[in-house]
């Protein structure tokens, strides 16, 4: 076998592993309201401060890249992210901020972070959550739980 072909057996086979385990978070919530609705599934709309929220940082780590929760999300929910960061290096754009402001007005009037919104496939709130210390598997189905009020 030659070697270009070596290398990309070996690039393909180290990738997809990862490609499997990727999982899909929008900043666009318009964007990942029509793929809720095109998919009939939920969305989970996150209100984070990555850069500066120790809650926040933790629930990503525990739960949000667990394996467990990867592949349940990639089978029930749209993830929509809602970044509020600090730190200048981590700025995002204008029009991102614009947005983030919007949905925190429209669904975080309680001002918490992290915040964890379980939304419908048109937007209507099905109930809210933040971070919990507890197992991935736990959390996951206190999301279903908050589908189903």
């Known amino acids: 076998m030659r ?18 385990q990727a999982q899909e978070w929008h900043t666009s919530f318009n964007e990942a309201r029509t793929v809720a609705g095109n998919e009939s599934k939920n969305m ?4 984070s401060g990555s850069d500066w929220c120790a809650p ?16 349940e999300s990639k089978n029930n929910w749209v993830l929509v992210r809602a970044d509020f960061p600090k730190k200048k290096a ?10 983030n402001a919007a949905l925190y007005e429209k669904y975080n009037k309680e001002g918490a972070f992290p915040l964890v919104v379980i939304l419908d496939k048109s ?3 099905l109930g809210k959550t933040a971070y ?14 908050l589908e189903q009020k």
């Open 3 to 20: 070697l270009l072909q070596k290398i990309t057996l070996i690039t393909l086979f180290t990738a997809l592993p990862m490609a499997v």
């Open 44 to 47: 989970i709309l996150v209100f």
């Open 56 to 71: 926040c940082i933790k629930l990503e780590k525990v739960i949000w890249e667990s394996a467990e929760f990867k592949e």
């Open 90 to 99: 981590n700025a995002l754009p204008k029009e991102q901020q614009d947005q």
């Open 123 to 125: 937007g209507k709130v």
């Open 132 to 145: 919990k210390n507890i197992s991935p598997k736990d959390y996951i189905a206190l999301l279903h739980t």
